[in-house]
């Protein structure tokens, strides 16, 4: 918000905090004795003794934990940053009530009659943000807060287990001790002044029997490699030790899946040497001790027991200095840049805006109360001796890197063809054409039916999805008789206080205010530019700098990539022609560009894709979603008919139709790729409502996965929710900002007008930035729907649609960068998934076979619709 008073009064307190005025609380008491200080032990205590890793900044879980926690932070900086953090969720987050208790949903429908559940439980996600956050800020209001503090923030956020929230880094030397790290683990063998054996791998496997089996691979100083199958650790089974890891939120941000299943095969994977005298590592953002111990007990089939060391790795501090940093009393005061960003553009609006009006007296949001991971890649080394090589890889350009990247790879076996689907982070190919999943999708059939080959299998196993038109083609693709329908009204928003106090108290003030500016005559508009101050130009033009470098969250707007950011030239060049041209009628034109602006800076554009046009304030409707009542928006479409029939169009060219599907994941997937599966899934699984046309017979198809828990239903193709993280939660304070701009420009009675709608309206229902965090955080804004389900179903982020087969085995090597595995994978894959008849199980194609479609079976009045190719774009 552009709470000036309140960002002033949070940076005097800063001020004064670090004069001393307060300072007391930030440092630790000076007559603490040494050997009370959780700090202050010797190193040789805090650190491990690691070779080749210099021993230096290998620090201790617990006394990093127990350090930090002792180490305090200025209490009422960070009550302010868990009370922006708690209002920014409650506002944006879609998930912020419905996480608690998905079952507590009135209405409620989820497809129970097909196997469907929900995930619940805290093993799954389900986590009371509101309770959870609104207890740390008792806790810290009572006891303080120290660095530990952040780690249990991420810690909370962590339960959620979801990819598409993700926290900010934290400014400063507060940013850099409480950011990731690596933590790695040492058997005793290998620490320093020890018999030194090289590790080359830590294997898990389920065997014949199902259970899991754990080996560690040494190699002796001759080279010859010495394998350990491990027992028990710490007196665990090692199906235990991996299901306790995985059950633990410390952890999770390496395996943010709400599916178990794929959280253990995000272990299973991630799990392995580094270093060469590491047995692996984990990333942690959380209090270390929490997420390991400083050692635990191997024990191994031989009966030999080793005790194996937990060590946190300080990177890019060199000796000693992670110890010295935290035993120099450090006061962490500094802002991050969202804050000082917004912080600038509070300044900026009172510099703009003073010359025609009073200082600002602008109040922070009240209380509740009182009124939405690509997959993180090891160093596994490769099996070159059993690589699967696919006939054909293709790369393409990244979407949001820009860099060109292997997305894809097909290849043609003897009995089926295999599409391998890393990441759905494209749109277009390298030739600039749209949709570039349809062209694989036909060159993968081309070489399909150059072989004769009627069986597909897709593998997304690892994909962390991308640009959601990329999925939707690949599952038209697959099924091209799919009408459009299926796609409508599968998407919406919660109708929050922000959209509220936009669409009901901004929106019809500037349609009012378009009418009265009609109504102006030249010459009034040109006595009232006469009265503004002669820099009226470079002043805006300030503003609208400070504008963009908050949407930004960057003063070097070259750095922008977020093209939302930057729509303001049309405004910039009305301005100079102004400064040129100093007429009434340029002063019109100049305001009627402002106006327009806020159709792209509200409360409905924090999504990158979506319009404000698709929704429609007006069609809101009460829900309860997690015990609380919520407005939701109407629902709305991503993919658009246009695009639709682009897809369809080109999907039919191809003349080759497959008699099987098989979908192939280990669930470390999530985002579009969960909307694709869930697609596919959903259209064979409720094929006698989708298919009412028999001459067109749904293609079948097989949800196959693997690793996981013991319990096949843990893990799913998608193991976190199918929603999307190109969110920009700053564009709604740029509406706050361009009112400001309005009260500038406007003749004073409407100005006037626009401050009390400002700021005794729209501005109580926005969140300030959280003080210490570089950026905002990135958190889902929309819920996806299943067409098949009943009007206010549950959102399919929260429906667990299980598989139809698992295969109890682990396969680590899955990806293009390690596909050591594939083959063995796909070989049991095609066993287990595909049928063993060679009766096809879709009818030879005839002439007028293309033009029959199947729709769902709804209300005529609902589903008025035809097949794609009668459409005069399905050519």
């Known amino acids: 918000m552009l709470y000036l008073p309140f960002a002033a009064g949070l940076l005097l307190l800063v001020a004064s905090s670090a004069a001393g005025d307060g ?85 409620i429908s989820f497809q129970e009659e097909l196997g469907y559940s929900l995930f619940s439980g805290p093993l799954e996600g389900q986590v009371n943000l509101e309770e959870e956050l609104t207890s740390l800020l008792d806790t810290v209001d009572t006891e303080g807060a120290t660095m530990a503090t952040f780690f249990d923030i ?52 389920y065997n014949d029997a199902g259970d899991l089996e754990l080996s560690i691979t040494f190699a002796g100083s001759d080279g010859n490699e010495m394998p350990e199958n491990i027992v028990s650790i710490d007196g665990m089974t090692p199906y235990e030790w991996y299901y306790d890891l995985v059950s633990k939120p410390e952890p999770s941000v390496v395996w943010p899946y709400q599916a178990i299943g794929a959280r253990l095969n995000g272990a299973f994977s991630f799990l392995e040497p580094n270093s060469g005298v590491d047995a692996f590592r984990i990333v942690t953002r959380s209090r270390p001790s929490a997420t390991l111990p400083d050692s635990f007990t191997v024990t191994y089939a031989t009966g030999e027991v080793e005790t194996y060391y937990a060590a946190l790795a300080f990177r890019g501090l060199n000796a000693t200095q992670a110890y010295d940093y935290v035993n120099s009393s450090p006061v962490f005061l500094t802002p991050g840049s969202a804050f000082t960003n917004f912080v600038l553009l509070a300044l900026t609006v009172n510099e703009t805006v003073e010359e025609k009006s009073a200082p600002h007296d602008l109040k922070p949001a009240p209380k509740r109360n009182e009124i939405v991971p690509e997959k993180i890649k090891t160093t596994r080394s490769k099996k070159a001796a059993s690589q699967f090589v696919f006939e054909e890889t293709i790369p393409l350009r990244n979407a949001q890197t820009l860099a060109i990247e292997d997305m894809a790879a097909f290849s043609i076996e003897d009995d ?13 190919d390298l030739q600039g054409n749209n949709f570039a999943m349809v062209e694989i999708w036909s060159n993968f059939t081309a070489a399909a039916k150059a072989k004769g080959i009627r069986r597909a299998m897709v593998d997304i196993s690892g994909n962390g999805g991308g640009v959601a038109t990329s999925g939707d083609a690949l599952a038209i693709s697959m099924y091209p008789f799919i009408p459009y329908e299926f796609f409508q009204d599968q998407y919406d928003q919660t109708y929050n206080e922000v959209m509220r106090a936009t669409h009901l108290t901004i929106f019809p003030f500037l349609e009012e205010l378009a009418v009265t500016i009609r109504g102006y005559s030249n010459a009034f508009l040109q006595e009232y530019l006469d009265s503004l101050p002669e820099d009226i130009n470079g002043r805006i033009q300030s503003l609208l700098l400070s504008l963009a470098s908050f949407c930004c969250n960057t003063q070097d707007l070259t750095q922008c990539r977020d093209p939302r950011c930057l729509p303001m030239g049309a405004l910039i060049e009305s301005l100079n022609t102004l400064d040129e041209f100093p007429t009434g009628p340029q002063l019109r034109i100049v305001w009627n560009v402002l106006l327009q602006n806020f159709a792209a800076f509200n409360a409905f554009n924090t999504l990158f894709s979506l319009q404000l046009d698709r929704v429609d304030p007006q069609q809101s409707f009460e829900v309860i979603r997690g015990g609380e009542m919520h407005n939701l928006t109407n629902r709305f479409p991503f993919l658009t008919e246009a695009e639709y029939y682009e897809i369809v169009a080109r999907a039919f060219q191809n003349d080759w139709q497959f008699d099987e599907y098989v979908v192939v994941s280990d669930g470390t997937a999530g985002s579009t790729t969960a909307i694709f599966s869930s697609r596919v899934q959903q259209l064979w699984n409720n094929r006698d409502t989708m298919w009412n046309n028999r001459d067109v017979l749904p293609v079948p198809l097989t949800a196959v996965t693997y ?96 598989s139809d087969e698992h295969i109890q085995k682990v396969f680590t090597g899955n990806s293009l960068d390690d596909p050591s595995d594939l083959g063995a994978l796909y070989r ?34 609902e589903l008025a619709t035809s097949g794609p190719t009668e459409s005069k774009d399905a050519t």
Not at 416 to 428: G, M, N, R, T
Not at 836 to 850: A, G, I, K, N, Q
């Open 23 to 107: 300072g007391a609380s930030l440092l630790r008491p000076s007559n603490r004795r040494v050997q009370e200080d959780p700090c202050a032990v010797s190193f040789d205590e805090a650190s491990v003794a690691v070779p080749t890793l210099s021993a230096a900044f290998m620090l201790k879980p617990s006394y990093v934990t127990e350090c930090f926690a002792s180490i305090p932070v200025n209490r009422s900086l960070a009550l302010e940053h868990i009370e922006s953090l708690r209002r920014t969720f409650e506002q944006y987050y879609c998930f912020y009530d419905i996480a608690n208790d998905a079952a507590d949903s009135n209405p």
């Open 707 to 802: 690793g996981g828990t013991t319990d096949p239903s843990d893990t799913t193709l998608a193991g976190f929710p199918a929603s999307v993280q190109g969110v920009n939660i700053g564009v709604p304070i740029i509406t706050a900002g361009l009112l400001y701009l309005l009260e500038f420009v406007l003749p004073p009675d409407q100005a006037a007008l626009v401050r009390v709608i400002n700021e005794d309206v729209y501005q109580l229902t926005l969140p300030i930035p959280p003080y210490f965090a570089e950026g905002q955080p990135s958190l889902p804004v929309i819920n996806y729907y299943s067409r098949f389900m009943d009007p206010g179903a549950t959102p399919l982020q929260f429906v667990k649609i299980p």
């Open 828 to 861: 049991a894959a095609a066993k287990v998934g595909f049928s063993s008849t060679d009766t096809p199980l879709v009818p030879e194609e005839s002439e007028d076979e293309s033009s029959a479609a199947p729709v769902l079976e709804e209300s005529e009045d």
């Open 154 to 205: 991420q810690t909370i956020f962590n339960k959620l287990y979801d990819a598409h929230v993700s926290l900010p880094m934290l400014a400063g030397d507060l940013g850099t001790l409480t950011g990731f790290h690596d933590m790695y683990v040492f058997p005793e063998r290998n620490l320093l002044g020890t018999t030194y054996n090289q590790i080359l791998a830590w294997t898990p496997q």
């Open 416 to 428: 089926y063809a295999v599409l391998k689907i890393q990441k759905f982070i494209f749109d277009i």
